[in-house]
């Protein structure tokens, strides 16, 4: 949600009504092979939401990162106003569904500043899935720090109308059944040159992969020790990452284009994200050595089975 000038708008995915929150006018949507961008108009401000999912086949330590970033910019070319943004995830990230989930919360500081919260699931098996989601994993939520910034966990209800009273939360942690993780960054007075906010969302597994009874876990750990550590590199590269995907992107499209036509490439554009964020990039867990990758990709398709006249 964005607050523009005391008032409050739905920019994306607020699944609750909320008392006193306008929708806003939905501009356009776009998508490239690594991006996905909606335009949106609020009150007297332009919104941009760029989610943005690096895809990089030659730096393993970018692709095997399981973090995806949002970035949200605000702009008016109608003089100064004063904008807040809102964004909040629950249980249901870390597969977690149903009224009476058992999840903890944990929060933290990376070494950059940002802040951090993760989502942990209770008891469950290691290895196991639900619904085509892992369970063994743990999500992860993360904001860069600023003097703007405040969060706070408690009912999802409860945040979103502390955020469209006040343009902030009180940062308290009220951890209920159900519970969500809520950001509200204050961007201060907005005017024609962009301001920007970005956030960093993943999901964690410890252990990866179970190969003949030997756990492999992901490429990034032979970097990362710590959860923290990749979340500081992920707001460290952001720059890097968005650099290289402008040129995947063109180069891509370029060469559907030379191969066939737009529908072509519009094609891979949609599919490529999902190609490459199906893959584990994975070591082994004990020694980590970087000399003995294997990648390993969730199966994609659907099963069909043949039908036959006798």
């Not at 940002?114 to 743990?138: C, F, K, N, R």
């Not at 904001?143 to 910034?149: I, K």
């Amino acid at each position: 949600m964005a607050r523009v000038d005391g008032q409050t708008y739905s920019l994306f995915g607020c699944p609750d009504p909320v008392s006193g929150v306008q929708e806003a006018s939905v501009n356009s949507g776009s998508y490239t092979p690594t991006h996905t961008v909606f335009i949106l108009t609020a009150g007297s401000v332009v919104f941009h939401l760029d989610f943005f999912s690096p895809v990089s086949p030659s730096n393993l330590l970018r692709q095997s990162l399981p973090f995806s970033y949002l970035t949200v910019s605000a702009s008016s070319n109608s003089g100064q106003h004063s904008v807040q943004i809102y964004s909040d995830i629950d249980d249901s990230w870390a597969g977690q569904f149903g009224p009476y989930v058992s999840t903890s919360w944990n929060y933290a500081y990376t070494s950059n500043g940002a802040t951090l919260y993760t989502i942990t699931p209770g008891a469950v098996a290691e290895y196991s899935e639900v619904a085509d989601m892992a369970q063994w994993g743990t999500a992860v939520y993360a904001a860069q720090s600023s003097e703007g910034l405040t969060s706070e966990l408690g009912p999802a209800s409860s945040l979103r109308s502390e955020f469209v009273n006040s343009g902030s939360l009180s940062a308290d942690s009220n951890w209920t059944i159900g519970a969500a993780l809520g950001y509200a960054h204050d961007l201060g007075s907005v005017s024609a040159s962009a301001t920007n906010v970005t956030f960093v969302v993943g999901y964690v597994r410890e252990t990866d992969v179970n190969y003949y009874n030997g756990a492999r876990v992901g490429y990034w750990r032979s970097a990362f020790n710590t959860t923290e550590l990749a979340v500081a590199h992920m707001f460290s590269d952001f720059s890097s990452a968005v650099q290289e995907s402008y040129s995947i992107d063109k180069s891509l499209n370029d060469q559907a284009y030379g191969v066939a036509n737009g529908e072509y490439s519009n094609i891979l554009a949609l599919s490529m994200r999902q190609a490459f964020g199906s893959m584990d990039i994975t070591v082994p867990s004990g020694s980590l050595d970087t000399s003995e990758v294997m990648v390993f990709m969730k199966e994609l398709s659907r099963l069909v089975r043949p039908r036959f006249k006798h």
